[in-house]
């Protein structure tokens, strides 16, 4: 038995590094020199190769630099001291001299280049505005709503309600290109509006807070009313008190997708003032091609923030998987 | 009893998110109806023109070019993503010592955006200085193009013995399959984990008792047990991958090359996306959203009949 759990446990790990191996190398190469990346250096290590003149073939090393191939086997080179100081240029020797070491050497400043090179401190705080804005209305509105179908009788009641099932299967594509009109005859293309009035209010929300203010017993509100609690008054005393584990797993999710988001805001805006992370990252993807280190520095740090708040709420969304009814 | 006198209550918790989902997704799921029947322009409606958006679909090739491309993604990915998630789900399953810990790292893929992890899996193939050739180079293959490369896989494998028609889909579209697989996987594998859960574990002690042996079990119990989750899974992968976009965007571009090499990666929603707006064909966009609304509409529909059948 024992044999065989060790057997699973080397297929998972064999899995999970092929699930991480890309994080992985992005953090790898966001702090790689780019001269070394463009020289070959494309594995997991961020080393940088230095030559070294062993000029009385003793193993006394001499750091230099190699300037170009000099005629008859031999090379133009720079020997440094220790602080980096040319202290002897053009010197031309035997190529055989010349040895590379490789050092391990992190290149953290390619973060702060990243940084300084588009305005990502602006893509942040939009981001941040928007997806803030967004959840708070989606929490809102939701409650308000699933409270209506779960605890309200009201007539259209199960028509409003799988109607609003049924356009939850509807894909964003489908809808994109009437939403642009409608935004532009508001006038509200290329503004915050666009971004986030839309994003109000979100159907997978609504159904999910339904199920949970469902299964409250009705003995507590049964109760409130006898104490004279008004309806508001339950909802806000009674109902999301008892519902907050839920709520912050609804607003987990609506800010992972506002975060994520990326077709909408980047057809709806085009200034730059406007740019969230997502299209801002894009548009950095576009004018920093070449430049590998940049690019996973960049993607690093747009990503962090999600992944720690992912650690930090993981017990609460996984356990929302086991709960939230997919039985069928 | 006394008829109930008529309450506004409920209409008005209901009402800020009926408005939103009205304006922002109703009227717009219809508008687009309309707006594929007419030459329409962004400052309005222009001509009606009838069913003239959908007569030139039929004859356009690029669009049964992304039509046929998307249906390579769909066909590669679904399959694929539910084995391996239903495999990684069963290995979680049988463990109970660092389950969480793996479940957290297949997860993160699905928490990271899109955008980050295309420019990742874009650097990752990158012809000259990505991981993916630098790996072959260890075992002595020579280097691939990835996602520069037009010719199909399974011409790549066989050689050019295999028409083109039977070539696949081309290396480019494969690498965007791999890394569509791998972000999804996660999600997957916790949604079936969480089905397997859900099997009573005296199925398998009843089944031990009768002398079952793994495979056994694990196809007349656990197969049929999760089948809800599988429909669930299988619908969802589907409709999503039908939605492909930014990989597209980011990885086979920029500009006018994008969904490149040679059309071979150009999905239909990155198709739509550059009918609309980088040609702001708003209409012909219209009807080419409404191809893939009936598309997924059927196909949920078609996977629900199926499941009525299967349901156990």
Known sequence: MQDKKIFTYIILGFCGLFMIMPFAWMLATSVKSQLEINKGNNGFLPYVEVDYLDLAGDGELLRCKILKPAPGDSLWINIFDENDVIIASYLKVQASKVTHKKSIKLFFSNFAVAWEQVPFGRYFLNTVF??????????????????????????????????????????????LIPSYI??????????????IVPWLANIFTIFLLRQQFKSLPQELFDAAAIDGCSRFGAL??????????????????????????FMW????????????????????????SSQTALLMAASTFSILPLVLLFLIAQKQIMASFVSSGLKG | ???????????????????????????????????????????????????????????????????????????????????????????????????????????????????????????????????????????????LGWLAESRGIFQLMFGSAVPAW?????????????????????????????????IPETYYEAASIDGANKFTKFFKITLPMVSP????????????????????????????????????????????????????????????????????????????????????
């Open chain 1, 130 to 175: 928007v997806s803030g804005i967004s959840v708070l209305g989606v929490i809102i509105t939701g409650s308000l709503a699933a409270y209506a179908f779960a605890r309200m009788r009201f007539k259209g009641k199960e028509f409003i309600f799988y109607l609003f099932i049924s356009m939850m299967m509807v894909p964003q594509p489908v809808y």
């Open chain 2, 166 to 198: 039977a070539g696949g889909p081309s290396l480019a579209l494969f690498s965007i399959i791999i890394l569509t697989i791998w972000k999804g996987l996660g999600y997957n594998t916790i949604i079936y984990l969480a089905g397997l859960q859900n």
């Open chain 2, 1 to 143: 009893m006394v008829k109930k006198k008529f309450d506004i209550g409920p209409y008005l918790y209901l009402l800020p998110a009926l408005v939103i989902i009205i304006v922002f997704r109703l009227v717009p799921i219809v508008l687009s109806f309309v707006v594929s029947f007419y030459e329409w322009t962004i400052n309005g409606a222009g001509d009606f023109i009838g069913f003239a958006n959908y007569q030139k679909l039929l004859t356009d090739p690029d669009f049964w070019q992304s039509m046929l491309n998307t249906f390579y993604l769909v066909i590669f990915v679904v399959p694929l993503s539910l084995f391996l998630s239903l495999v990684f789900a069963n290995f979680l399953n049988g463990i109970t010592k660092l389950r969480a810990f793996f479940r957290t790292v297949y997860y993160i893929p699905t928490v990271t955006s899109m955008v980050a992890v295309s420019i990742v899996w874009k650097m990752i193939y990158n012809q000259e200085t990505g991981l993916m050739n630098y790996l072959l180079g260890l075992i002595g293959i020579e280097p």
């Open chain 1, 182 to 195: 409608l935004l532009h005859h508001l006038g509200w293309l290329n503004t915050y509006y666009a971004l």
């Open chain 1, 265 to 288: 805001p980047l057809v709806m805006t085009d200034s730059e003032e406007l740019r969230v992370l997502q299209v801002g990252l894009s548009y950095f993807s576009d004018s920093a």
């Open chain 2, 229 to 312: 989750t599988t429909f669930y899974v299988l619908m969802m992968t589907t409709i999503t991958t039908f939605q492909v976009f930014s990989q597209i965007y980011l990885m086979t571009g920029p500009g006018a090359a994008t969904g490149g090499p040679l059309g071979t990666t150009k999905v239909i929603v990155y198709y739509l996306y550059e009918q609309g707006f980088d040609k702001q064909n708003l209409s012909y966009a219209s009807a080419i959203a409404l191809v893939v609304f009936f598309i997924i509409l059927s196909l949920t529909l078609f996977q629900r009949r199926l499941e009525k059948k299967v349901h156990y």
């Open chain 1, 236 to 261: 806000w005393r009674i109902v999301l008190p008892l519902s907050k584990g839920v709520i912050a797993t609804a607003a987990i999710f609506a800010f992972i997708g506002s975060w994520n988001s």
